[in-house]
């Protein structure tokens, strides 16, 4: 039902055989008047008891956040040096054992060393490769088979300490 200025009626308190008072509705149900006073909000005191004890809880919480968030930038880094470290073992055995073996007569030691500082896919990582030649003697025969010991290394520095990330790989000839 719309009320309007005109028939809107305003009722006084009414008392019952009980002796509670009740209040007369626009639909014409009576109400009880207590039960009127009650519905009150919150007092400023709960209002501001409640905000207290969620900012506690936030605290704790964006803290949670904060070293997960940090966790997953270590542990981008951990898996982009990881990723750099394949990344230069593919190219060596793409290269193939004949190519480095060729051209490791003029190095001395037989030692092929790489270093890229800083890495072109990744400027704050410095990449170190170390191709060296290793003879690997087959239990029970007499023949060498030629070997190439691939060693990649990549560093970093995070929170002020240096990490790294170090793979080996062994390359025969085809």
Known sequence: ???????????????????????????????PLSARLEERGFTFVEVLVAIVVLALLFI?????????LAGMARACRRTAAS????????????????FYLENMGDRPGGIYLEIEDPVID???????????SSDMQIEGEELELPLLKISVLVK?????AERTVEMESLLAKR
Do not use: Q
């Not at 719309?2 to 149900?29: A, C, V």
């Not at 990723?83 to 004949?98: I, P, Q, T, W």
């Not at 970093?156 to 002020?160: D, F, H, N, V």
């Open 1 to 31: 039902m719309y009320l309007s200025p005109n028939n809107f009626k305003p009722t006084l308190p009414e008392m019952t055989n009980t002796g509670s008072l009740f209040i007369k509705g626009h639909s014409g149900d009576s109400i």
């Open 156 to 160: 970093w520095t995070e929170a002020g």
């Open 83 to 98: 990723n750099l470290c394949r990344d230069k073992m593919e190219r060596v055995k793409a290269c193939g054992c004949s």
């Open 122 to 132: 990744n400027p704050c990582f410095l990449r170190r490769t170390v191709i060296r």
């Open 60 to 68: 704790p919480i964006s803290m949670i956040f904060t070293s997960s």
